[in-house]
Nanobody
Framework: QVQLVESGGGLVQAGGSLRLSCAAS????????MGWYRQVPGKGRELVAD???????YYKDSVKGRFTISRDKSKNTLYLQMNSLKPEDTAMYYC????????WGQGTQVTVSS
């Protein structure tokens, strides 16, 4: 089993920044994928950023140049630095991992006011 705990969400004005963190614990040796997703009420969960199988980062078009995904393997932590935030970035953000099965964190709310 893998446990994922997100933190760092909050309320910020448009143009502001937040850094999300996702701490992984448990059977982390089994993890071969991690990424960030987001979801707004009434819509499906969408991929925001992740690391491809080659290790290169992938970004949803609308966040390119504003968001940066990174990881600290020594701390088993995944990050999402979000700059120049827009109201349309408002969502619940989830950390995802894949090992023997898919794992999700509990989510952290990001609200961007105009």
């Amino acid at each position: 089993q893998v446990q994922l705990v997100e933190s760092g969400g909050g309320l910020v004005q448009a143009g502001g920044s937040l850094r999300l963190s996702c701490a992984a614990s448990g059977s982390i040796f089994s993890i071969n994928y991690m990424g960030w997703y987001r979801q707004v009420p009434g819509k499906g969960r969408e991929l925001v950023a992740d690391f491809s199988s080659s290790g290169n980062p992938y970004y949803k078009d609308s966040v390119k140049g504003r968001f940066t995904i990174s990881r600290d393997k020594s701390k088993n932590t995944l990050y999402l630095q979000m700059n120049s935030l827009k109201p349309e970035d408002t969502a619940m953000y989830y950390c995802a991992a894949r090992g023997t099965t898919n794992y999700w964190g509990q989510g952290t709310q990001v609200t961007v006011s105009s």
